[in-house]
């Protein structure tokens, strides 16, 4: 039971780690230049798609790798570039849904605990004082 509550609290984190970006077209010179990102999805003007890591802009040539081996493209061949970027859209709408799951919790686990915690009191004889050998009155 203490393995499922705690898998519930840590999935949540899952989503945290990818919902605060999505991936977004961007300016291929402005972009690489600017904010030197770690990987861009390139599609070229054949319509196929690479992933190009470390991206660096020489002249009017994108550089990078793509699949471990270095790579240089003319813009020219550029159709498009995507990139992640920050959401915070994304980020408000996972911190408020996080603070709602957490508030439930807790509210739930509060409930829980009171319930646990009232006696046990099979007499229905409200002025009758329990006792194991009977009723005291």
Known sequence: ???????ATLLPLVALSM????VVAVSPA???TSKAPGLVWVTKTDN?????????LVADTLTGFVNGEYLEMPLASVQSMRARQPAPG??????GGITLAGA??????????QG?????DNNPNPNCVSDPNGCIN
């Open 30 to 32: 402005t972009f690489v």
């Open 1 to 7: 039971m203490v393995h499922h509550r705690i898998a």
């Open 48 to 56: 196929s798609v690479v992933a190009v890591g470390s991206p660096h």
């Open 90 to 95: 994304h980020t408000v709408l996972l911190v």
């Open 116 to 120: 646990a915690s009232a006696p046990l």
């Open 104 to 113: 439930g919790a807790v509210a739930l686990t509060v409930k829980a605990l």
């Open 19 to 22: 919902a605060c970006t999505s």
